[in-house]
């Protein structure tokens, strides 16, 4: 139907102009990582939650282009063989859940405070992991989950996963990264900045994937599948 079509088509500019308000929110706490646990959290939940998703939703800015001419890309084939591969519910979130923990060890998340490509690398992994880790819950991926039940146990499971690692952090009682004593939120101290970063990834956390499941659910409405099926088959 002409108008499930223009809803779609809506849906992939919002999304478009998420991606590059979110890029501008990046760009301005990028000087300030080193400046604070707390929002150094802000920026890695913006990262996965809310940029990675929304990429996705934009078909990385591809969706003006038909399908069909995307294909004659070889460049664009092997790479859509090769998220394919990694988008595998089980194996996306294997991945997302191994990166964001990795990363939130001491050691290595020390290592990135002093070195700049490894600390750039941190961030592509995270980004590639969590596209990786959303993909199945879009309704045009490969290895879309199709029930909300299969959405629901997803979802929670990944969401477990930044929850219990913010909640680890919240209560520690001593630091346990290595930022300059100066380096925290103005009327705190290093340790209760540590803290507020972890709450941040625990309620923060908490409320994306909240709004992912709003999200997700809808897209398995029948009514809303009934409605956009005719554009579907177009697209075919």
């Given at each position: 139907m002409p108008g499930a079509g223009r809803a779609d088509r809506f849906i992939k500019i919002l999304a478009s102009f998420t991606v590059v308000a979110?890029?501008?929110?990046?760009?301005?706490?990028?000087?300030?990582?080193?400046?604070?646990?707390?929002?150094?959290?802000?920026y890695h939940m913006i990262l996965l939650g809310v940029l990675a998703p929304s990429l996705l939703a934009a078909e990385f800015f591809l969706w003006w282009i038909p399908p069909g001419e995307r294909e004659r890309w070889s460049l664009y084939r092997a790479l859509r063989r090769g998220f394919s591969e990694i988008s595998r519910p089980v194996v996306a979130f294997t991945l997302s859940t191994a990166v964001l923990w990795f990363w939130h060890i001491p050691i290595p998340y020390d290592i990135t405070l002093v070195d700049v490509p490894v600390h750039v690398f941190e961030h592509v992994s995270i980004l590639i992991a969590f596209l990786a880790y959303w993909a199945p819950l879009m309704s045009g991926s490969r290895f879309a989950i199709k029930t909300n039940e299969g959405k629901v146990l997803y979802l929670l499971a990944g969401a477990m996963q930044g929850m219990i690692l913010g909640v680890i952090i919240t209560f520690q009682s001593q630091i346990i990264y290595l930022y300059p004593s100066t380096a925290h939120l103005p009327g705190i101290t290093l340790l209760e900045d540590q803290q507020m970063g972890g709450a941040v990834m625990w309620l923060f956390g908490a409320a994306i994937y909240t709004v992912a499941a709003i999200l997700s659910f809808r897209s398995s409405d029948p009514n809303v599948q009934k409605d956009a099926s005719p554009a579907s088959g177009g697209d075919e």
């Open positions: 979110t890029l501008i929110v990046m760009t301005v706490l990028r000087p300030t990582l080193e400046e604070s646990f707390t929002l150094h959290m802000i």
